[in-house]
């Protein structure tokens, strides 16, 4: 019989939830994990829930589905396991030359970068929570305490890190502010236009929609992205082959961090 989240958890067995969009994100932190098996919850499919171990920390690795509506959906029902925190997890596109293919991300603030007003005189992002939602913050704030910690706990890491070039560049890992929108970016002027309305460092399609539902169950929350390409016309052959490092690198720094969760 397969674990659900059904059935009562003591609250030192609560997991930590890891949203990845793609099995190719989630696999180098499955091969981190022991004791691995499958939970089941009632919005998810056949293998989009595997539970284990990392280190000491128990953990919840879900697989939600690519965009915005797939991320709420999954995660919402995720939820169940009363996790004790939500990291997302994955890939993204560099929105300035600042981040080079393999760095790494772990967000102080989130936003939907394709929710808003669109006008011929611009882009007027829209708020979170209001009853009207062109008022109120356009971002999602992780804790700040938490946030630091896990920084800290991954500053280290640098050795084991990869450079995707193979030419011994230090990788770099850094706080930044994540942009997320139903839209693979694959152009360079579409790219900077969010950079310009968002002021947001890397790009991708979950972390924002994960952050709200994290942050609406009172969960705390990070998202920690690397970068596999420059959102650019050659975004699509670049995401193809640094998709391996990136969720290599992405899962490296998850698993330095998971103790920064400890006193939730």
Not at 62 to 79: D, E, H, N
Not at 218 to 234: E, F, I
Request: a negative charge; one cysteine or more; aromatic letters at 4%.
């Amino acid at each position: 019989m397969n674990p659900s989240v059904s059935e009562p958890a003591h609250p030192r067995e609560r997991p930590i939830l890891i949203v990845t969009a793609l099995d190719e994100e989630r696999a180098p932190l499955e091969a981190l994990a022991s004791g691995v098996r499958r939970g089941d919850f009632r919005a998810g499919g056949d293998g989009d829930l595997l539970l284990g171990t990392i280190d000491e920390s128990l953990v919840a690795l879900l697989r939600c589905g690519v965009g915005k509506i797939a991320a709420t959906l999954a995660t919402t029902s995720a939820m169940e396991l009363a996790p004790r925190g939500v990291i997302s997890v994955g890939s993204a596109a560099s929105l300035h030359p600042g981040f080079a293919i393999g760095d790494v991300v772990i967000s102080t603030e989130v936003l939907q970068h394709d929710f808003g007003a669109a006008r011929s005189g611009g882009f007027e992002l829209f708020g979170y929570g209001a009853p009207l939602p062109s008022t109120g913050d356009p971002r999602i704030r992780a804790e700040e305490p938490l946030g630091t910690a896990a920084l800290d706990a991954a500053r280290g890491l640098g050795p084991h890190l990869v450079d995707p070039a193979g030419m011994g560049r230090k990788v770099r890992l850094s706080h930044g502010v994540i942009a997320t929108g139903d839209s693979f970016v694959n152009d360079h002027a579409t790219r900077d236009s969010i950079r310009r309305r968002t002021g947001a460092d890397l790009v991708e399609m979950e972390g924002a929609a994960i952050a709200f539902v994290a942050s609406r169950h009172r969960t705390p929350w990070l998202v920690v992205r690397s970068v596999s390409d420059a959102g650019d016309g050659g975004a699509h052959v670049s995401f193809e082959s640094y998709l391996p490092i990136a969720a290599k690198n992405a899962a490296t720094v998850v698993a330095a961090i998971l103790p920064a969760f400890g006193r939730y």
